[in-house]
């Protein structure tokens, strides 16, 4: 429904791609959101740690979620985006 309404998109089937983008991005956001589950939470100095460093979850979480929520956010809006483009300038 709230596809429809914002982005103008029939999600008709649970194996919809967008809702697929949604559910990872609220998944990988519920397991960031975690008060103190990270080190860096409390060491803020540790976000300037490299990735390959080995013991540091966060960065691990970071790369493998972000880009589900970039595309559950750009995607769907690019979509209404240029359906209103090619609406009003054609």
């Given at each position: 429904?709230?596809?429809?309404?914002?982005?103008?998109?029939?999600?008709?089937?649970?194996?919809?791609?967008?809702?697929?983008?949604?559910?990872?991005?609220?998944?990988?956001?519920?397991?960031?959101?975690?008060?103190?589950?990270?080190?860096?939470?409390?060491?803020?100095?540790?976000?300037?740690?490299?990735?390959?460093?080995?013991?540091?979850?966060?960065?691990?979480?970071?790369?493998?979620?972000?880009?589900?929520?970039?595309?559950?956010?750009?995607?769907?809006?690019?979509?209404?985006?240029?359906?209103?483009?090619?609406?009003?300038f054609h």
């Open positions: 429904m709230i596809f429809k309404i914002v982005y103008g998109i029939d999600v008709l089937h649970a194996s919809n791609h967008y809702l697929h983008l949604a559910e990872q991005a609220v998944q990988g956001l519920s397991q960031a959101m975690v008060p103190g589950k990270y080190s860096v939470d409390f060491l803020p100095f540790l976000k300037q740690i490299p990735t390959w460093f080995p013991y540091f979850q966060h960065h691990k979480i970071t790369s493998k979620y972000m880009s589900s929520i970039v595309g559950a956010r750009e995607e769907p809006y690019q979509v209404a985006r240029d359906a209103w483009v090619s609406c009003v």
